[in-house]
């Protein structure tokens, strides 16, 4: 069946510090993978996806992504955060069969510190 | 601002009540989708229409029903509710059944007491 894991579920770092929100899923077809942004109080905002083509994927806000087929996996990285990128980001795979259902991750709080 | 529009944003109900959740899609996006985002249960999808059709359902309650009308704006009724419904409910669009180019609505946070 297909799922969604997100390794962390809370990522405290310094600010101007790198960092990598990890996530795995599992399908036994193609997949479409996101990564998306909720701030507090806010909807969903998409930062990146992979659809196809090349795996490193960039995105908004400096964040960037890798899909490792091998690996399963689809982690997103910045080489460098801001106190403004404290937020819930979420990891979240589309079956390429399918196209209609979106399966998300629990979620990783991401707190940045001064 | 994404285009996708949720009212209300926030909804106070007691245990028991019935409440009607609308979302008014982007301009031109024919397909909507329901998500619920709870503490314990996460995000999770609920319900697609395209076009005014039932295209895809997920995890949805049989108290829950949903429906999109000719001018492509979609309910979601949520009726003989529980504490547990207390939930973000999101809705999101898309200009085609692909749920790949969906952009999501504010929400409107449930609480049931």
């Known amino acids: 069946a297909q799922s969604v894991t997100q390794l962390d579920s809370q990522v405290p770092v310094f600010e101007e510090a790198p960092v990598e929100l990890r996530c795995n899923y599992s399908s036994s077809v193609s997949v479409y993978l996101f990564w998306y942004v909720q701030y507090p109080n806010q909807g969903l905002q998409l930062l990146l996806k992979y659809l196809s083509g090349s795996t490193l994927v960039k995105g908004i806000n400096g964040f960037e992504a890798e899909f490792n087929k091998s690996q399963t996996s689809f982690h997103l990285r910045k080489p460098s955060v801001h106190i403004s990128d404290t937020a819930e980001y979420f990891c979240?795979?589309?079956?390429?069969?399918?196209?209609?259902?979106?399966?998300f991750g629990a979620g990783t709080r991401l707190f940045v510190k001064a | 601002d994404s285009g996708v529009t949720q009212t209300p944003k926030h909804l106070i109900t007691a245990t028991g009540q019935r409440v009607t959740l609308r979302c008014s899609p982007r301009s031109g996006d024919l397909s909507v989708y329901w998500y619920q985002q709870s503490l314990d249960q996460g995000l999770q999808f609920l319900i697609q229409y395209y076009n005014g059709e039932e295209r895809a359902k997920g995890n949805i309650l049989e108290r829950f029903s949903a429906q999109q009308f000719p001018d492509l704006h979609s309910e979601l009724n949520l009726s003989s509710l529980e504490l547990g419904d207390s939930a973000l409910y999101f809705c999101?669009?898309?200009?085609?059944?692909?749920?790949?180019?969906?952009?999501f609505g504010q929400g409107t946070r449930l609480t049931v007491v």
């Open positions: 979240a795979v589309i079956e390429g069969t399918g196209g209609f259902k979106t399966i």
């Open positions: 999101a669009s898309s200009a085609t059944g692909q749920a790949t180019e969906a952009f």
